[in-house]
Nanobody, 129 residues
Framework: QVQLVESGGGLVQAGGSLRLSCAAS????????MGWFRQAPGKEREFVAV???????LYADSVKGRFTISRDNAKNTVYLQMNTLKPEDTAVYYC???????????????????????WGQGTQVAVSS
């Protein structure tokens, strides 16, 4: 069982930055692929970024070049650095984990929220224009 707790959300002006953190419980954090999703009001939850292992990352086109996902396995924490924020980035951001010790899934597997085993409670990000 893995518990995920997000933090770092808040209100920021367009063009600003935020760093989200997701702290995970458990002793096998390094074997999990970690993802970030977001859900804006009235919209479906959507993929933002994923990190498999320590260096393999994938991003949604809408955030590529602005957001960076990283992880610190010693701290059981995954981060999402968000720069050049836009009003359309406003959403509740969720951290998610999938048990993936071999890391053999295709990239598209990680885009689907239904493939993740554990979820955090979410943290609100609001970007004002």
């Amino acid at each position: 069982q893995v518990q995920l707790v997000e933090s770092g959300g808040g209100l920021v002006q367009a063009g600003g930055s935020l760093r989200l953190s997701c702290a995970a419980s458990g002793r096998t954090f390094s074997s999990y692929t970690m993802g970030w999703f977001r859900q804006a009001p009235g919209k479906e939850r959507e993929f933002v970024a994923v990190i498999r292992g320590s260096t393999t990352t994938l991003y949604a086109d809408s955030v590529k070049g602005r957001f960076t996902i990283s992880r610190d396995n010693a701290k059981n924490t995954v981060y999402l650095q968000m720069n050049t924020l836009k009003p359309e980035d406003t959403a509740v951001y969720y951290c998610a984990a999938v048990d993936d010790p071999l890391g053999y899934y295709s990239s598209s597997y990680y885009f689907e929220d239904s493939n993740y085993d554990y979820w955090g409670q979410g943290t609100q990000v609001a970007v004002s224009s």
